[in-house]
């Protein structure tokens, strides 16, 4: 089962005061700082497991984040919405695979509402965070295929290399072909 408990008590610590960590490393830099006060070395050690949520899929090392109140985070079976002080579940988008550690933030327009991105195999996938569903109006059914255009020219590449590699002659170490 997945675990997320001790990252996510220092999430929901952030989240109580209002401080967002809307990207990795909290900020463009990836500074990886919070200004928050409320844990310090002389408290660390007091510190206890406030909730814990399973996935019911093993191997998760995501990097979450918390927009706006809300913690998001990857799993191996699709993207989730939870409540970062006790762990309640907002909603999930089920989807495999889902890349674990590049989840991204857009916050929206005047006219379309924030999203959250992700890979999922070879599509790049938005999904609406008010509600985790599909992004409207981006790619198709909120899913853009990072393959199409590219693997023909791909394919092409390494049908050449192949074609120029095997008139190559090996090392003597390699044997022959």
Request: glycine share 10%; aromatic share 10%.
């Amino acid at each position: 089962m997945t675990r997320f408990a001790a990252a996510f008590l220092l999430l929901a610590t952030a989240a109580l005061t209002q401080s967002d960590w809307p990207t990795f490393g909290n900020d463009p830099g990836t500074m990886r700082f919070s200004p928050l006060r409320q844990i310090n070395a002389s408290n660390v050690v007091r510190l206890q497991t406030a909730w814990t949520f399973r996935t019911g899929k093993p191997g998760s090392e995501a990097v979450p984040l918390v927009i706006n109140g809300v913690l998001y985070v990857n799993a191996p079976d699709g993207v989730y919405a939870l409540v970062p002080e006790t762990g309640e579940l907002l909603w999930k988008h089920a989807a495999s695979p889902i890349a674990l550690r590049g989840l991204a933030y857009w916050p929206g327009s005047s006219n379309i509402h924030p999203r959250v991105f992700t890979g999922n195999g070879s599509f790049l996938l938005a999904l609406d965070i008010t509600t985790g569903k599909p992004a409207p109006g981006f790619g198709n059914e909120g899913r853009v295929d990072l393959k199409k255009g590219v693997l023909g020219d791909l394919n092409l590449m390494c049908s050449m290399y192949s074609a120029w590699n095997a008139t190559l002659p090996l090392p003597p170490a390699f044997g022959t072909r």
